[in-house]
């Protein structure tokens, strides 16, 4: 698991973006259970990247849609 930039998120494809997505809500997941059970996590930053790089995923994702929905919309007529 590593913390992408938003321009690597970019380039990706949407399947590579869907499978790190999954990978990282795992991730994301497992660290949160370590917490909650009273544990001391290896590096406690990480669940803070963990979460921005979910987020940067999901910007993209949400950027592409909307380009697709105006992009079918003008090619629609009225």
Do not use: C, W, Y
């Not at 997505?21 to 917490?35: N, Q, T, Y």
């Not at 406690?44 to 992009?71: D, H, L």
């Amino acid at each position: 698991m590593s913390i992408f930039r938003i321009e690597e998120i970019r380039r990706m494809s949407e399947k590579e973006r869907n499978e790190e997505l999954e990978s990282l809500m795992r991730d994301l997941l497992h660290e949160r259970g370590i917490i909650a059970t009273g544990g001391s996590p290896d590096n406690p930053g990480r669940v803070g990247e963990i979460k921005r790089t979910v987020a940067r995923i999901k910007t993209v994702q949400g950027e592409e849609q909307r380009e697709a929905e105006m992009a079918r919309n003008e090619g629609g007529g009225k």
